[in-house]
């Protein structure tokens, strides 16, 4: 989410300093040193300059912002290949030493990596006005999707903000999502997330939920962390009279219930709430789809794939049997990618299972189909070829 404090950004200018109010998706602190820069800037300058610390405020052609920060990426990729290329150069040339690494080191060096590429990617800034008004050449509107994205700005203070080019870039990305939406082939309809709601791409868990028998009793289910409220539609339209979808993400709870409305749902609440509805009746079904990787966010757009030491998921099972009915059940939606790349074991989640006092009654498994996982140029080929994707169904013991 973006901070709540208003902060801002400050800049030299026709011999004025300028300032402006500064936007951050990743609650990034305002650049220290900006410079600015446009059409005659080559990349290799822009590159070291970025590399350097210094943010750049673009002053050129919006287009030529753009192809800009491609070629910063293959800058930073080539840096990335020589470097590895160099340990390994070294790793040859001492017997003694392992030529390839654990995966989980490999894992982690990928995420460092990955965020070293967005620090530098983000230094590339642009300035909008009050009305998110680009007055670039060929800028392209971007208000109605920024608005979307960040909500509007202080008109009655009348002033300009500036953000990074890969923050519009994912506020345009989004505007597409949400008005194209993500087709969901098995349910035959299709979903719409917001932006800053991580879009359900993946899917391969459609099946798993379609497939799983009801418990014999299923008058109430719980959809805990719901985002674009996928789960809940899917128990909906299984029959179930009452599904109360919870979230504590006001971006992804205004995302499902615009979902929810597309499909005149009548049979779903929606409930702002950390994990566990409140005042609501016993669930004989709980359903939970938690981030899989078992480490921490490096943002907040990150939450719905990382799960610092299993918190949301530990906090789903100690909960559920103090909201579970009778003979009620809890379907857990988790990859074991984590445990291919030896972030945890199939025995630590067993164990975590047992002690909130629950028993596997069976799991459903799938394979994924998604591009990453036939990729044999990812370095974690080997983990994600492997990973499956299981509906754990858990009673009470």
């Not at 879009?199 to 939920?209: F, G, I, K, S, W």
């Not at 394979?367 to 990453?372: D, F, M, N, T, V």
Request: proline share 6%; charged share 20%; aromatic share 6%.
């Amino acid at each position: 989410m973006l901070q709540t404090e208003k902060q801002y950004v400050q800049w030299q200018e026709n011999e004025t300093l300028r300032n402006a109010l500064w936007l951050s998706e990743s609650n990034h602190m305002p650049p220290a040193r900006v410079v600015l820069v446009d059409d005659t800037t080559t990349a290799d300058d822009a590159y070291r300059l970025a590399c350097e610390g210094t943010s750049l405020l673009w002053r050129g052609d919006f287009h030529n912002a753009r192809q800009l920060l491609q070629a910063l990426g293959r800058r930073i990729d080539r840096t990335n290949e020589r470097s590895e290329q160099r340990k390994i150069k070294k790793a040859a040339n001492k017997p003694n030493t392992a030529k390839v690494k654990g995966i989980p080191n490999l894992f982690h060096q990928q995420r460092q990596l990955q965020a070293q590429r967005s620090r530098i990617l983000s230094r590339l800034l642009l300035e909008l006005d009050v009305n998110y008004v680009s007055q670039l050449r060929r800028a392209p509107d971007v208000s109605a999707a920024c608005t979307a994205a960040f909500g509007p700005l202080d008109k009655a203070v009348d002033e300009s903000c500036v953000l990074s080019f890969r923050d519009l870039q994912g506020a345009l990305g989004a505007a597409g999502w949400r008005e194209k939406g993500v087709p969901i082939d098995s349910l035959g309809l299709s979903i719409f997330p917001h932006y800053g709601v991580f879009a359900p791409t993946r899917h391969e868990y459609v099946q798993l939920l379609l497939d799983a028998p009801l418990p014999a009793t299923h008058d109430v289910a719980y959809d805990i962390g719901t985002g674009t409220g996928l789960l809940a539609i899917i128990l909906a339209q299984r029959g179930i009279p009452q599904v109360i979808a919870t979230d504590l993400n006001p971006r992804s709870l205004a995302c499902a219930s615009e979902n929810f409305a597309r499909l005149t749902l009548s049979n779903v609440q929606l409930q702002q709430a950390d994990l566990y509805p409140t005042d609501a009746p016993l669930a004989n079904l709980i359903v939970c789809n938690p981030p899989w990787l078992p480490t921490k966010p490096s943002s907040p757009l990150e939450y719905a794939v990382y799960d610092a030491n299993s918190a949301m998921l530990r906090g789903v099972l100690q909960g559920a049997k103090q909201h579970l009915a009778e003979h009620g059940e809890l379907w857990l939606i988790m990859s074991d990618l984590a445990e291919h790349l030896q972030l945890r074991t199939r025995d630590e989640l067993l164990n975590l299972f047992a002690d909130a006092g629950l028993a596997v009654k069976y799991r459903l498994d799938t394979k994924p189909k998604h591009g990453r996982s036939q990729d044999d140029t990812d370095p974690l080929h080997v983990a994600r070829s492997a990973e499956v994707t299981s509906l754990w169904c858990l009673t009470l013991i």
